[in-house]
């Protein structure tokens, strides 16, 4: 079978490309690197420090709805951290940012924060178990 080496990159229907580049650039630390408009669509990849590329798609005849993880399609985005001590730097940054959040949730698989970008898509900052200690 062909092997597949790594994901690519995730692209995302937004709302406002221009204000979710900036939440995603304040906030996780995202930078811009490639932007190709079409006549129905505004498109722009942005790349992590830690190599995760998310495109933003502005469709120009969007319905200006917010994102609904119940309907089929994507549910939420979680990005790795390398230790609980980074989580709970990752709670305190995000209160000092005024953005809604959960506090650190603890289960057997790992633990998490949940909060949400400007288009109710829902983002998880999580470590797993096995990198549980503060050592990373």
Do not use: N
Request: glycine fraction near 8%; include cysteine.
């Amino acid at each position: 079978m062909p092997r597949v080496t790594g994901l690519a990159h995730i692209t995302l229907s937004v709302r406002d490309r221009d204000a979710s580049i900036e939440f995603y650039r304040s906030v996780l630390g995202f930078k811009e690197f490639k932007t190709r408009d079409g006549k129905q669509w505004l498109l722009t990849e942005c790349r992590h420090p830690c190599g995760v590329v998310l495109g933003f798609i502005q469709h120009k005849d969007q319905f200006k709805a917010t994102f609904d993880h119940r309907r089929t399609g994507m549910d939420h985005v979680a990005f790795q951290v390398g230790s609980l001590g980074e989580l709970s730097y990752w709670e305190d940054r995000l209160t000092e940012l005024d953005i809604d959040h959960s506090p650190v949730v603890h289960s057997d698989s790992g633990s998490m924060i949940q909060f949400f970008d400007p288009d109710g898509i829902q983002l998880e900052l999580f470590c797993p178990a096995d990198l549980g200690s503060d050592e990373a």
